[in-house]
């Protein structure tokens, strides 16, 4: 039985990499095996309660992250429908592209923090194409647009799928996780973008010959305003809201969503239909990345087989023989994570290491937040963001390599290397 679970789980994971040249969604790779390894597991097994108990454990810990994630998608796609990152992305105008490089880094890092990095590197890599002209250039931007919004999400509990992960599974608490990764997050942002703005420096902003930011029904200032601020207030809050109560923040997050439903209906109340559908939260609902809430469901499922199974258990007594220092072995999953998806890489991880050996708040679980979110910047694929800068820029995969990979790969060891002087220094 175990041999046929690592072949079906190796199998998947490899669809999953190969998702681009097999054209084969990872979402259908990812519900295949695991409702391919369950049913060997099943089968193989006398006792079918303990099975069916196990498997409702599985789904319980699933099903918080894809309620969160839903309802922090939801809420994204409500302040982009009332043009609310406008009210931030208008007030970047500079006429150096060293300055605007500088400018995005920061605002990006910032942004994927609050927000999550896939949104981030969409919203700022669409901006670019209305301030830059030069194709080139916005090639250039967008690899360290992707470099910032992975760096973002790494310290903060709601700014990457896999530090949301550890936060919900009781890995990593809030405050803490701000704390200790924050200043390698910088880092890693830090090296590349400055190598990269010297390279642009004394080179000025080239404009589109027609500016055009129109992109639909516009939204008065007061309701950008409005829907922003309480949309990035309800995302903020949902940390304080899980210390405070002790609540999972899934409940949270699904709380600060009905709020923004009913302020955002008493704000149209009186508006024509035709105006307000495209403004509502069930339109929003209809807009969301479903494909990608499929697929966390089906990784996380698979992966607690091999969790059941103690196979997962094994994986890390070898580890631990074979590397020998948890840093490295850490290390060496952040770099894995540029050529596979860290959603199962951190699942995993979860899974071979339980909370009694490695409690909460561990350097464990703190370096793997930084190596599994920074890691994937390494190569255009490693990352969601990654993934829609290059479909949206048409960024080349070897390209990536050539001109941008070397610089998150500095950036990546560099912040590696903060965060463990840091812990020597505190420890």
């Given at each position: 039985?175990?041999?046929?679970l690592?072949l079906?789980?190796?199998?998947a994971?490899?669809?999953?990499?190969?998702?681009h040249?097999?054209?084969i969604n990872?979402?259908a790779?990812?519900l295949?095996?695991?409702?391919?390894?369950?049913?060997i597991?099943?089968?193989?097994?006398?006792?079918h309660?303990?099975?069916?108990?196990?498997?409702?454990?599985?789904?319980m810990?699933t099903?918080?992250?894809i309620f969160?994630?839903?309802?922090?998608?939801?809420?994204?796609?409500v302040v982009?429908?009332?043009?609310?990152?406008e009210?931030?992305?208008?007030?970047?105008?500079?006429?150096?592209?060293?300055?605007?490089?500088w400018l995005v880094?920061?605002?990006?890092?910032?942004?994927s923090a609050?927000?999550d990095?896939l949104?981030?590197?969409i919203v700022m890599?669409?901006?670019?194409r209305k301030?830059?002209?030069n194709h080139a250039d916005?090639?250039?931007?967008?690899?360290?647009?992707?470099?910032?919004a992975?760096?973002?999400?790494?310290?903060?509990?709601?700014?990457?799928?896999?530090t949301?992960?550890l936060?919900?599974?009781g890995?990593i608490?809030?405050m803490?996780?701000?704390?200790?990764?924050f200043v390698?997050?910088?880092?890693?942002l830090l090296?590349?973008?400055?190598?990269?703005a010297?390279v642009?420096?004394?080179r000025?902003?080239?404009?589109?010959?027609?500016?055009?930011?129109?992109?639909g029904?516009?939204?008065?200032?007061?309701?950008?305003?409005?829907?922003l601020?309480l949309g990035l207030?309800?995302?903020?809050?949902?940390?304080?809201?899980k210390?405070i109560?002790?609540?999972?923040?899934y409940?949270g997050?699904l709380?600060g969503?009905?709020?923004?439903?009913?302020?955002?209906?008493l704000?149209?109340?009186?508006?024509?239909?035709?105006y307000k559908?495209?403004?509502t939260l069930?339109h929003?609902l209809?807009r969301i990345?479903?494909?990608?809430?499929?697929?966390?469901?089906g990784?996380?499922?698979a992966v607690?087989?091999l969790?059941?199974?103690h196979i997962?258990?094994a994986l890390a007594?070898?580890?631990?023989?074979t590397l020998?220092?948890?840093d490295?072995?850490?290390l060496v999953i952040g770099?894995?994570s540029?050529?596979?998806?860290n959603?199962p890489?951190v699942?995993?991880s979860m899974?071979m290491n339980?909370?009694?050996?490695?409690?909460?708040?561990?350097?464990?679980?703190?370096?793997?937040?930084?190596s599994?979110g920074?890691?994937?910047?390494?190569l255009i694929?490693?990352?969601a963001?990654?993934?829609a800068?290059m479909?949206l820029?048409k960024?080349d995969f070897?390209?990536?390599v050539?001109?941008i990979?070397g610089?998150?790969?500095?950036?990546?060891?560099?912040?590696?290397?903060?965060?463990?002087?840091?812990?020597?220094?505190?420890?």
């Amino acid at each position: 039985m175990l041999i046929a679970l690592v072949l079906v789980f190796v199998i998947a994971y490899v669809a999953i990499a190969l998702e681009h040249p097999l054209k084969i969604n990872k979402s259908a790779s990812a519900l295949i095996g695991a409702g391919l390894l369950w049913t060997i597991y099943a089968m193989a097994t006398a006792d079918h309660h303990v099975v069916t108990h196990q498997l409702g454990e599985s789904l319980m810990a699933t099903a918080q992250i894809i309620f969160f994630l839903m309802g922090a998608m939801t809420i994204v796609e409500v302040v982009d429908a009332h043009n609310g990152f406008e009210v931030i992305t208008r007030r970047i105008r500079t006429q150096q592209l060293s300055t605007l490089m500088w400018l995005v880094g920061f605002v990006t890092f910032f942004l994927s923090a609050l927000l999550d990095n896939l949104t981030t590197t969409i919203v700022m890599v669409s901006l670019m194409r209305k301030l830059l002209s030069n194709h080139a250039d916005r090639l250039f931007f967008a690899g360290i647009i992707v470099i910032a919004a992975n760096s973002g999400g790494a310290w903060s509990p709601i700014g990457d799928v896999t530090t949301t992960m550890l936060w919900i599974g009781g890995q990593i608490t809030s405050m803490s996780i701000i704390t200790s990764v924050f200043v390698p997050s910088v880092v890693s942002l830090l090296v590349p973008l400055t190598i990269t703005a010297y390279v642009l420096r004394g080179r000025p902003v080239v404009a589109p010959a027609h500016l055009d930011i129109d992109h639909g029904l516009k939204t008065s200032e007061f309701e950008s305003k409005a829907m922003l601020f309480l949309g990035l207030g309800i995302l903020v809050a949902v940390p304080a809201f899980k210390t405070i109560t002790h609540l999972p923040p899934y409940l949270g997050i699904l709380f600060g969503l009905g709020i923004l439903w009913l302020v955002g209906d008493l704000i149209h109340r009186n508006q024509a239909n035709e105006y307000k559908n495209h403004l509502t939260l069930a339109h929003a609902l209809s807009r969301i990345d479903m494909s990608s809430l499929v697929f966390f469901i089906g990784i996380l499922l698979a992966v607690a087989t091999l969790e059941h199974t103690h196979i997962l258990s094994a994986l890390a007594q070898w580890l631990d023989q074979t590397l020998g220092r948890l840093d490295i072995i850490v290390l060496v999953i952040g770099l894995v994570s540029a050529v596979v998806d860290n959603v199962p890489l951190v699942a995993a991880s979860m899974g071979m290491n339980d909370l009694a050996k490695y409690p909460t708040d561990h350097f464990l679980w703190h370096f793997l937040a930084y190596s599994a979110g920074t890691g994937g910047s390494i190569l255009i694929i490693g990352s969601a963001a990654g993934v829609a800068a290059m479909g949206l820029e048409k960024i080349d995969f070897l390209w990536y390599v050539r001109k941008i990979s070397g610089l998150a790969l500095i950036g990546y060891l560099a912040g590696a290397g903060t965060y463990l002087l840091q812990y020597q220094l505190i420890h």
